[in-house]
């Protein structure tokens, strides 16, 4: 493979193996110019568009009280969530118990400090889909998903970090109220976003993609 090209693939690789949730490391002190968040969100809508549809709807919140507003419904949200008795003992069992307990940990943290992270952007679709029909279902999330993570991306290239969140959605109805979202508009993602910390990001820790692969027929691997 030829050097320039070589080096194209490892930064791209980099950039898509290393962009994370980023929770502990959200600078929360230091202003998000909006040309940033505007640039990021120009980048996430050329993402794919399901039928060229382009519903993508996006909401900036940096207005203070709007963030203290989402902060509290993403907060009660959350803790429902996890008082629930499946969620109870979740960090105690199964595989990879250690990762899931920091990550509980540093969710928790941003329950806490979700209302200082400088800029909110929730990513929605206009036109709610129909809930009997998977293709209907696929095409929504499959227009709004990959803007929301072409926006993390084009944020992590410029020094920002996100969190991708959806917890909120459990009080969907009582967002959609606190921002003022007319009825034909559904909800995704909530993306805190500011300044991250530190330099490096590294590769997080995942079961083999060879492992949940089947090729050509269910169950059937690559010889």
């Known amino acids: 493979m030829p050097g320039k090209i070589k080096d194209k693939f490892t930064g791209c690789d980099e950039l898509l193996t ?17 040309e ?6 120009e980048i996430a809508v050329q993402a794919p568009t ?59 943290y941003l329950v806490e400090h979700l209302k200082d992270a400088p800029v909110h952007v929730l990513f929605c ?3 709610k889909p129909d809930h009997d029909s998977l ?10 998903m990959p803007a929301a993570w ?11 970090g996100c969190c991708w969140t959806t917890v909120h959605l459990l009080e969907a109805q009582k967002a959609a109220q606190a921002i003022g979202l007319p009825d034909n508009v559904w909800q995704a993602a909530l993306l805190p976003v500011a300044y991250y910390t530190g330099e490096q990001f590294h590769t997080a820790p995942r079961i083999p993609a060879r492992e949940l692969t089947s090729w050509n027929r269910w169950g059937q691997r690559r010889k």
Not at 36 to 41: F, P, Q, R
Not at 135 to 144: C, E, K, P, S, Y
């Open 18 to 34: 290393t962009t994370r949730s980023v929770r502990k490391r959200l600078d929360l002190s230091r202003p998000v110019p909006p």
């Open 125 to 127: 679709v206009e036109g």
């Open 36 to 41: 940033l968040i505007e640039e990021c969100l």
């Open 150 to 160: 072409s926006f993390m991306l084009a944020a992590r290239a410029r020094g920002l």
């Open 135 to 144: 293709f209907d279902l696929a095409n929504v999330f499959g227009t709004i």
């Open 50 to 108: 399901a039928t060229y549809s382009q519903r993508w709807r996006f909401v900036v919140i940096t207005d203070a009280a709007q963030r203290a507003k989402m902060a509290q419904i993403y907060g009660d949200a959350f803790h429902n969530y996890w008082a629930s008795p499946q969620k109870a003992n979740y960090s105690e069992v199964g595989p990879g118990e250690d990762q899931t307990a920091k990550m509980i940990d540093s969710a928790r």
